[in-house]
Nanobody, 114 residues
Framework: QVQLVESGGGLVQAGGSLRLSCAAS???????MGWHRQAPGKQRELVAR???????FYANSAKDRFTISRDNAKNTVTLQMNSLKPEDTAVYYCNVQSGLKSYWGQGTQVTVSS
């Protein structure tokens, strides 16, 4: 069983920055690593993801503000979030895809005050 351990959430003022990190409990074949978020009353949505080869995808809301990166040797993924807005407030979940399997972290709260 793979466990994903997240860190880095918290409270920040609008315009500030936060850095989220996620580490897999063991090494295994990973296709994609990414971050999703879920705001109260809304569906979970993909924020950004990165493939093993380094290609990235960003939701429109994250483009030009967030940067995703990964360390394949350490099985970690990081989301650098800049210029945060109140609408970025949500629980952020790390997600790892390996073939047909999908693993989720426990979630970390990000709150952006206006």
């Amino acid at each position: 069983q793979v466990q994903l351990v997240e860190s880095g959430g918290g409270l920040v003022q609008a315009g500030g920055s936060l850095r989220l990190s996620c580490a897999a409990s063991r090494a295994f074949s990973i296709d994609f690593m990414g971050w999703h978020r879920q705001a109260p009353g809304k569906q979970r949505e993909l924020v950004a993801r990165i493939a093993t080869g380094g290609s990235t995808f960003y939701a429109n809301s994250a483009k030009d503000r967030f940067t995703i990166s990964r360390d394949n040797a350490k099985n970690t993924v990081t989301l650098q979030m800049n210029s945060l807005k109140p609408e970025d407030t949500a629980v952020y979940y790390c997600n790892v895809q390996s073939g047909l399997k999908s693993y989720w972290g426990q979630g970390t709260q990000v709150t952006v005050s206006s």
